[in-house]
T-cell receptor
Framework: NAGVTQTPKFQVLKTGQSMTLQCAQDMNHNSMYWYRQDPGMGLRLIYYSASEGTTDKGEVPNGYNVSRLNKREFSLRLESAAPSQTSVYFC??????????????FGDGTRLSIL | GEDVEQSLFLSVREGDSSVINCTYT??????LYWYKQEPGAGLQLLTYIFSNMDMKQDQRLTVLLNKKDKHLSLRIADTQTGDSAIYFCAEGPFYNTDKLIFGTGTRLQVFP
């Protein structure tokens, strides 16, 4: 019963390096999200995807790009990492059932440090 | 714009009740949620309430919604050390988007 799977769990990068955070869900959800979590600031939405082939900016998109590869997978890319991007990154997914929305389900997070 | 606020810390004695509070600004959301985050883990959905309800009870958890004051609370009865975690309030979705707006989280510490 995997739910939302994120890889890697931990990563340390040097300033200027690039990397891609992977996320996959097995619940057949249409919507997927990327958040970052910083102390005292809660979760802030970076990008989201309402369906396969569509992506939209959230609250803090600068410095990030995303790809909705297929219905299952939604990746987050840092092209040139900066120390301000040190954070814990969470992927989530959700769906609608008729007229009601289902809650978002979260992965366990990727802890990213930029030196 | 939308904003959700919570106090940062709450400390309670084991066996007492805990009450975690949340205020929000946008009353157009469909649901209000409570998530729990244990150390090193992701967010786990605890409970949620439809925006036209006043109260929801689920075992030790009671959610109260005051729409007039835009205030949401989570009461945990008989708090245990295993309840120590960060609790996030969230509201959404809005209009035709599935986005949620999260509060800053309340760190609950339960001491013996």
């Amino acid at each position: 019963n995997a739910g939302v799977t994120q890889t890697p769990k931990f990563q340390v990068l040097k300033t200027g390096q690039s990397m891609t955070l992977q996320c996959a869900q097995d619940m057949n959800h249409n919507s997927m999200y990327w958040y970052r979590q910083d102390p005292g600031m809660g979760l802030r939405l970076i990008y989201y995807s309402a369906s396969e082939g569509t992506t939209d900016k959230g609250e803090v998109p600068n410095g990030y790009n995303v790809s909705r590869l297929n219905k299952r997978e939604f990746s987050l890319r840092l092209e040139s990492a900066a120390p301000s991007q040190t954070s814990v990154y969470f992927c989530a997914s959700s769906d609608r059932t008729g007229s009601s929305n289902q809650p978002q389900h979260f992965g366990d997070g990727t802890r990213l440090s930029i030196l | 714009g939308e904003d959700v606020e919570q106090s940062l810390f709450l400390s309670v004695r084991e066996g007492d009740s805990s009450v975690i509070n949340c205020t929000y600004t946008d009353s157009s959301s469909t649901y209000l949620y409570w998530y729990k985050q244990e150390p090193g883990a992701g967010l786990q959905l605890l409970t949620y309430i439809f925006s036209n309800m006043d109260m929801k009870q689920d075992q030790r958890l009671t959610v109260l919604l005051n729409k007039k004051d835009k205030h949401l609370s989570l009461r945990i009865a008989d708090t245990q050390t295993g309840d120590s975690a960060i609790y996030f309030c969230a509201e959404g979705p809005f209009y035709n988007t599935d986005k949620l707006i999260f509060g800053t989280g309340t760190r609950l510490q339960v001491f013996p």
